[in-house]
């Protein structure tokens, strides 16, 4: 039985043993903690038993390199800047000397660390750079590290491509609670923030940025917890210029087509101006698709519906254009014709322009609900009622008939 039960008993040493290593602790603390011995002063808190240990902190990005909608992750070069005090570690800063500089497998041997990392990360996403300790004679222990790091966020796409997206960095302590560790924000403004060149040359151009701490509860675990929260606003022009503009120009052909003359040499021009711009419109509404996104996760966004009222007034242009020209030359109701004709001039325009003005006065996606059900109903009642009206003047036998 003992020697079946060895093999499993190793096993279980190493795990500890690597675990350990990896959260910061050394394998004579491990040691120690086995043997029941009294924990020394680098493992416990500067505060123990009392108050919790205030942790200022500062995140600084230097750069950053990507954005994965579809992923979900956005990844910066960062600096990370923790401060707290600890009187016993006055000791250490040599006497001809006014600080000290500790590599960081050093600092974790003579003193006490907080071990503050970000929360957020994606799975294998924190690559530390380099990372050091300062120590003063007032006490005071400032740990700075640089870290390329990826972060899980989710983005909101709906007011694509007015959408403005907030990129959080989170850290708290992988150890303490919030009864232990207060993260409390670095007031210096050198300290936190974003290069404003970090967005040159990109989608997106810098709104703001912000530092905040705030305490949260799951459960057991209580956490206090920082985040440098990034606003950017995606720089729209670009699309406007390739999708929105195109798109209108091709809605206002298609109006064009209602002012072309009542003659058959003119019949093929008629139909063909409309069947191209709805064409047109399709193909623009395929290109808007392809650029959004992750629209898999984000359903409908505010570019879909201006695409689907383009190409929906685009088609019904098609069909009443092919209605007037059954009236002529099947029905015979060339009088009737002029009169949808005529009509056409005015609503076309008129459904039109105050779909857009819905769309474009919700560009912010706020209400992107609301205003998907109002764009939806008005061109379904307005465009079917009208069909409906001119279907049954088409098939009324009072309409006067011409050769």
């Known amino acids: 039985m003992t020697t079946q039960l060895f093999p499993l008993l190793l096993a279980v040493a190493v795990v500890r043993l690597v675990s350990a290593e990896a959260s910061g602790h050394s394998l004579e603390r491990v040691a ?23 942790v200022r902190f500062g995140l600084f990005v230097k750069n950053a390199y990507s954005i994965d909608f579809a992923g979900g992750e956005f990844t910066v070069d960062l600096v990370q800047t923790t401060q707290w005090s600890d009187p016993r570690v006055v000791s250490l800063v040599p006497p001809s000397d006014v600080n000290i500089t500790f590599p960081i497998e050093r600092a974790i041997e003579l003193m006490w660390l907080p071990e503050i990392t970000i929360t957020n990360r994606a799975i294998s996403g924190s690559e530390v750079i380099s990372s050091a300790v300062f120590v003063d004679r007032s006490g005071t222990v400032s740990k700075v590290e640089r870290r390329m790091a990826t972060m899980k966020v989710l983005f909101r796409v709906g007011s694509f491509p007015f959408d403005t997206q907030q990129l959080p960095i989170k ?6 609670m919030s009864n232990e560790v207060l993260l409390v924000p670095f007031e210096d403004p050198t300290l936190f923030g974003i290069k404003a060149s970090c967005f040159k040359g990109k989608d997106f151009f810098l709104v703001s940025s912000s530092l905040t701490s705030f305490t949260e509860q799951d459960a057991s675990m209580s956490k206090s917890r920082g985040m440098l929260t990034i606003t ?6 670009k699309y406007i210029q390739t999708i929105c503009v195109p798109s209108i120009l091709v809605l206002l052909v298609s109006w064009t087509v209602v002012y072309l003359p009542f003659h058959t040499a003119f019949l093929v021009p008629r139909v063909a101006t409309a069947l191209v711009t709805t064409l047109c419109a399709l193909s623009l509404q395929i290109k808007s698709a392809s650029v959004v996104p992750s629209k898999s996760k984000a359903g409908i966004c505010w570019i879909d519906l201006f695409q689907e009222a383009c190409v929906v007034v685009n088609f019904m242009g098609l069909v009443y254009n092919i209605m007037i020209e059954v009236s002529i030359y099947s029905l015979g109701k060339q009088e009737l014709a002029r ?17 857009m003005g819905v769309l474009f006065l919700r560009t912010d996606g706020s209400q992107l609900h609301a205003t998907k059900l109002m764009s939806r109903c008005f061109l379904f009642l307005t465009l079917t009622c009208y069909t409906f009206w001119s279907l049954v003047r088409l098939s009324s036998k009072d309409e006067n008939k011409r050769a």
């Open 232 to 237: 950017i606003q995606r720089d729209s022009i």
């Open 339 to 355: 009169k949808i004709n005529l009509e056409l001039k005015y609503i076309l325009p008129l459904v039109s322009f105050t779909t």
């Open 171 to 176: 850290v708290a302590s992988s150890t303490y």
């Open 32 to 54: 120690r903690h086995a043997a029941g011995q009294v924990p020394t002063a680098r493992e416990l808190r500067p505060g123990q038993g009392q108050l919790p240990d205030q």
